[in-house]
């Protein structure tokens, strides 16, 4: 157990909903990362969150955002979700802002647009 | 910008055989490397990390890889697998000096252990 959870574990919705999971980071880390595992893209970085701020961007769709609230947890929103977005999305944290030395990921949420 | 390349997709082998996994990466920036590894249905787990001195690096599992700076390569090695190690492993950079600490993957290897 690497003490990030996630939630939902799975999600199934349909083309042009929009959805929002969820992240609770260890306790003490301050960084949140947002990751995207497809069959076809591989493990790709979305965003990082630093204490509350946006840190860092990757390759995440205008239609996707993400926040970290005060107590540190974190949400994704994807909207006008397409087949396309059907993934396992992790959410990772760590103690640096910059130059992490090690990330600990929670156990993915599976999302399935139908 | 930053790129891994884990050269092989798939690495069948036998049980208490030696296995070597690949990866190979670019960067114009110093990068700190690393490898995880995925079990089925699971988060990714840290398995070892480089980030200065030695580079023989010793990791979970019985697991080390050596970094070669020249050759920009990562490798990892197991001198004898277990049926427990299948699972797709993943090389990592984490590159130094950039706004973030975002991990950069590699496109994993999947390691399957026949008896």
């Known amino acids: 157990d690497s003490g990030v959870t996630q939630t939902p574990k799975h999600l199934i919705t349909a083309t042009g909903q929009r959805v929002t999971l969820r992240c609770s980071p260890r306790s003490g880390d301050l960084s949140v990362y947002w990751y995207q595992q497809s069959l076809d893209q591989g493990l790709q970085f979305l965003i990082q969150y630093y204490n509350g701020e946006e840190r860092a961007k990757g390759n995440i769709l205008e239609r996707f955002s993400a926040q970290q609230f005060p107590d540190l947890h974190s949400e994704l929103n994807l909207s006008s979700l397409e087949l396309g977005d059907s993934a396992l999305y992790f959410c990772?944290?760590?103690?640096?802002?910059?130059?992490?030395?090690?990330?600990?990921f929670g156990p993915g949420t599976r999302l399935t647009v139908l | 910008a930053q790129s891994v390349t884990q050269l092989d997709s798939q690495v069948p082998v036998f049980e208490e055989a030696p296995v070597e996994l690949r990866c190979n990466y670019s960067s114009s920036v110093s990068v700190y490397l690393f490898w995880y590894v995925q079990y089925p249905n699971q988060g990714l787990q840290l398995l070892l990390k480089y980030l200065s001195g030695s580079t023989l690096v010793k990791g979970i599992n019985g697991f080390e890889a050596e970094f070669n700076k020249s050759q920009t390569s990562f490798h990892l090695r197991k001198p004898s697998v277990h049926i427990s190690d299948t699972a797709e492993y993943f090389c990592a950079v984490s590159p130094l000096y950039n706004q973030g600490g975002k991990l950069i993957f590699g496109q994993g290897t999947e390691l399957s252990v026949k008896p």
């Open positions: 990772a944290s760590s103690v640096a802002r910059d130059y992490n030395n090690e990330q600990f």
